[in-house]
């Protein structure tokens, strides 16, 4: 009888062991939501990828599209808990509604205004796009797109706005413009150097000159309303590292100090 009850409490010891094990569960992983602008997709999905392996408890997942589309979703309450903005006005309008942790906000990066062709284009400067065999232009949307923006503005500049309009397709983001010239729907398209350096379907005409334009700034902030602030504020901190600083300057991007 008593080699029955010893074996029984080993058996209940054993049994409240693997249930104790069995019990613990993973803790869950901290998802962050960055929104940022279409122009750093291909940086964003690189500083994902060093930043999980470093960070095994937190989720990077990206919204990118284009600034002002990110900036009127943030607005109406879609989830975010960074913005990385590739125009400043789209974040004072978020820090004019107080949806920004003021504190946080830094311009992270630094970027160049090109026209752009495809390969075989004969095109050599901007005013070239006035001549009848240019037909189409694209740039992005002005009133949402920052690059689109620019672009308005560096043509108005030039004096050639109001003779190249009749011609231009407006795209939802940059990046849409850097496809309609690689596929050959528009003769010449005008997007960030770091956008033209993805591609080697096109050529770099021309830089927009100094001055035509405001200076292309990507300011970031943490958003307000986030639940993963501390969260945030570090991936934010990671993206000024010089981890970060290899990747950004890997795409061409300038980075601000």
């Not at 291909?42 to 990206?62: C, M, N, P, R």
């Amino acid at each position: 009888m008593k080699k029955i009850l010893i074996f029984l409490a080993l058996m209940l010891f054993v049994v409240a062991a693997v249930t104790g094990c069995g019990g613990e569960k993973e803790q869950p992983k901290t998802e962050l939501n960055v929104s940022a602008a279409a122009s750093l997709t291909d940086a964003a999905g690189e500083l994902k990828t060093i930043y999980e392996k470093q960070h095994s408890d937190v989720t990077i997942t990206y919204n990118l599209a284009a600034s002002g589309t990110l900036q009127k979703q943030i607005e109406e309450g879609a989830p975010a808990d960074l913005f990385i903005s590739a125009g400043k006005s789209q974040m004072d309008a978020l820090a004019q509604k107080g949806l920004i942790v003021d504190a946080s906000r830094k311009d992270l990066l630094g970027n160049e205004l090109v026209l752009i062709a495809g390969k075989d284009s004969k095109l050599t400067e901007f005013n070239g796009m006035t001549d009848a065999s240019v037909e189409k232009i694209s740039i992005g949307t002005p009133e949402t797109v920052p690059a689109g923006k620019y672009a308005k503005d560096t043509l108005t500049a030039l004096k050639l706005w109001e003779q190249l309009e009749p011609k231009m397709v407006l795209a939802k983001d940059v990046r849409q413009v850097l496809t309609y010239v690689e596929t050959g729907n528009v003769d010449a398209g005008l997007v960030y150097r770091t956008d033209a350096a993805t591609s080697n379907n096109v050529k770099i005409v021309a830089a927009a000159p100094a001055g035509s334009s405001a200076p292309v700034v990507y300011p970031m902030a943490v958003i307000k309303s986030t639940k993963h602030q501390k969260e945030a504020e570090a991936f934010a901190a990671f993206l000024t590292s010089d981890d970060a600083v290899k990747v950004f300057e890997k795409y061409g991007f300038k980075v601000l100090k």
